[in-house]
């Protein structure tokens, strides 16, 4: 299986800052990366898929970047709805798998 | 826009077999779509169960493979899991999704909790 390791696990932000959330492959997944958000009791959400193709409907302060191994997950100006949990996943081959999750607290 | 609302037992008892069906509304299961099963342990990350083609090609996960069945039901517009021999270890929601490259649309989930 492909390990997907995400850093930090738990971020802490205040309104207006910029995240950055870092997702690593243990090996080449090429751009076959997703990004989801989920608050608790709901299902995740798809924010970016083949790593930097912003999904319909998703504000344009999200944006993906990367290839290969090495991803991540930006939010321009973090607002009050995007306190929540984040993964990435890689699609590439089976079995796909989720990284852990990143937990975005107020700091 | 597509809808997903999966169904099934909240309990299952060890060593038994959990069964849920997904009924898909607003579109249907033979689009040019794969459709997956995906769970989430409570407290925990996500894990990929499988996946399902409308002519009934799948893929599953290796370390599940051995105990799942996912099918599906195209009169029915409707999707089906099935685990067998589970443990408390299977304890999760579990959730069925539309597979566009990503995972696009995902049902509410359903908590199943084995258990005697």
């Known amino acids: 299986d492909i390990q997907m390791t995400q850093s930090p696990s738990t971020l802490s932000a205040s309104v207006g800052d910029r995240v950055t959330i870092t997702c690593r492959a243990s090996?080449?997944?090429?751009?076959?990366l997703a990004w989801y958000q989920q608050k608790p009791g709901k299902a995740p959400k798809l924010l970016i898929y083949k790593a930097s193709s912003l999904e319909s409907g998703v504000p344009t302060r999200f944006s993906g970047s990367g290839s290969g191994t090495e991803f991540t997950l930006t939010i321009s100006s973090l607002q009050p709805d995007d306190f929540a949990t984040y993964y990435c996943q890689q699609y590439n081959s089976y079995s796909w798998t989720f990284g852990q999750g990143t937990k975005v607290e107020v700091k | 826009q597509v809808q997903l609302q999966e169904s099934g037992p909240g309990l299952v008892k060890p060593s038994g077999t959990l069964s849920l069906t997904c009924a898909v509304s607003?579109?249907?299961?033979?689009?040019?779509?794969?459709w997956s099963w995906v769970r989430q342990s409570p407290g925990k990350g996500l894990e990929w169960i499988g996946e399902?083609?409308?002519?009934?090609?799948?893929n599953y996960n290796p370390s599940l493979k051995s105990r799942v069945t996912i099918s599906a039901d195209k009169s029915k517009n409707q999707l089906s899991l099935r685990l067998s021999s589970v443990t408390a270890a299977d304890t999760a929601v579990y959730y069925c999704a539309r597979v566009v490259g990503a995972i696009d649309s995902w049902g509410q989930g359903t908590l199943v909790t084995v258990s005697s």
């Open positions: 607003g579109g249907s299961i033979i689009n040019s779509n794969w």
């Open positions: 399902i083609y409308h002519t009934g090609s799948s």
């Open positions: 090996q080449s997944i090429s751009s076959w």
